[in-house]
């Protein structure tokens, strides 16, 4: 795919970058003119993918995760990957409240709020170890 | 993330300030329930989250009301959630909060 523009971020899965890699990805759709409510969408949606990769894919050991994010007429695409050990049944991590670690108060929402954030989210396995989360969300709709 | 809280006004309140994530989630956690013994010497049996200044949530802060909704609902306090932004709002209606934390109006 042809995008208008391009960027791509490798970060250590820390707790800290969360909030760095959220105001990242919406300073550079800025340019796509979504609105507040859609590029607090983006956010959101960004900050699940993200903190399942830390929490359950390294599950608190050291790692990189990788995002990449196009514009295409004000259309946003995001691909996030991690090395961490990934989702054994996907469809089934992906029901709402499910959780594999309901003694941390986890709530199992994370899938559930990507898919009702964006517009198209898909979920697969990285070949390498790991997981890859593709989402994308037209602005101005 | 900032927490501050009133506890001797007739409605015993608690502001939130920033960012609720996988980052901040600990400190959320700790400081909350840090409170318990101060609702007990009061008799305070309910209690407003002030959301109006927590610019950003994601379903991590879910997971914090939930696991407080459960610990302080055993001690019979109630919790109501007041002026959540447009976007921590849909988090909550997406999860199904309010059915536990009633709006605060």
Known sequence: MKFDNQMTLVVDAKTKNESFIRSTIAAFCVEANPTLSEINDV?????????????????GT????TIAVGLCNREVFITIIDQGKGIEDI????????????????????FTVMESFMDNL?????DSGGLIVHMKKKFGD | MKIKFNLNSEAPHIS??????EHTADYVRLTLDSLLGEFADKAIDKVIFDFKKLSFMDSTGVGVLLGRFKKWNSKNLQICIKDPQP????VLRISGIYQIMPLFV
């Open chain 2, 87 to 90: 976007h921590v709002d849909r």
């Open chain 1, 122 to 126: 898909i979920v697969k396995p990285n």
């Open chain 2, 16 to 21: 939130f300030d920033g960012e609720l994530d």
């Open chain 1, 91 to 110: 469809q089934k991590a992906r029901k709402p409240f499910f959780t594999t670690k309901p003694e941390q108060e986890r709530s199992g929402m994370g």
């Open chain 1, 43 to 59: 956010k959101t949606a960004v900050s699940e993918a993200i903190t399942n990769s830390i929490v359950h894919g390294y599950d």
């Open chain 1, 62 to 65: 050291d790692g990189k995760i």
